[in-house]
T-cell receptor
Framework: NAGVTQTPKFQVLKTGQSMTLQCAQDMNHNSMYWYRQDPGMGLRLIYYSASEGTTDKGEVPNGYNVSRLNKREFSLRLESAAPSQTSVYFC????????????FGNGTRLTVT | QKEVEQDPGPLSVPEGAIVSLNCTYSNSAFQYFMWYRQYSRKGPELLMY????GNKEDGRFTAQVDKSSKYISLFIRDSQPSDSATYLC???????????FGTGTRLLVSP
């Protein structure tokens, strides 16, 4: 049982390049989330999907887009990467927005030069 | 001032010690409280989840919530070197899309 799987684990981009971070969960969870983690800032929510077919902005959505492809998969896209998007990105899932807490993947380390 | 405050540490203790990790918060509406453990280059792993106030125990871990003081604690008994990690508190008032995380306390347990 893998839980939450993120790909890739590492990525280096040049400013202006685009990429998509992939996330899949096998726990039959309804809700999925994308966070970024920066030193001294804690985890900050970028976007979330309360259930299949819905997505909403979190605290820091600028520069990102998301797609809830199906119940299992939730992707994060950077259309034109900027150095300020250098961070560690975590995907998480939960049964719902209130019923059970979040389970996280192991992250994607992104460097934008 | 941050909504959730957590001492970054590092907190260094010898093996077998009782560890106390704490978070303070300012939003009196918070009612969902969590503790996560994060090893280096890994994702956060849920340790404890508490709704509203009170204590919860799971093995060597005890979580306490004091809503009157806006203060939560995680106690680790008989600490082990494998407990060396960063511990994140997280809390929310109305659902996990509004979860607020502390910045984490780094714990080092020496053999």
């Amino acid at each position: 049982n893998a839980g939450v799987t993120q790909t890739p684990k590492f990525q280096v981009l040049k400013t202006g390049q685009s990429m998509t971070l992939q996330c899949a969960q096998d726990m039959n969870h309804n809700s999925m989330y994308w966070y970024r983690q920066d030193p001294g800032m804690g985890l900050r929510l970028i976007y979330y999907s309360a259930s299949e077919g819905t997505t909403d902005k979190g605290e820091v959505p600028n520069g990102y887009n998301v797609s809830r492809l199906n119940k299992r998969e939730f992707s994060l896209r950077l259309e034109s990467a900027a150095p300020s998007q250098t961070s560690v990105y975590f995907c998480a899932s939960s049964e719902g927005l209130v019923r059970s807490p979040l389970h996280f993947g192991n992250g994607t380390r992104l460097t934008v030069t | 001032q941050k909504e959730v405050e957590q001492d970054p540490g590092p907190l260094s203790v010898p093996e077998g010690a009782i560890v106390s990790l704490n978070c303070t918060y300012s939003n009196s509406a918070f009612q969902y409280f969590m503790w996560y453990r994060q090893y280096s280059r890994k994702g956060p792993e849920l340790l404890m989840y508490t709704y509203s106030s009170g204590n919860k125990e799971d093995g060597r871990f005890t979580a306490q919530v004091d809503k009157s003081s806006k203060y939560i604690s995680l106690f680790i008994r008989d600490s082990q070197p494998s407990d060396s990690a960063t511990y994140l508190c997280a809390m929310s008032a109305h659902g996990f899309q509004k979860l607020v995380f502390g910045t984490g306390t780094r714990l080092l347990v020496s053999p």
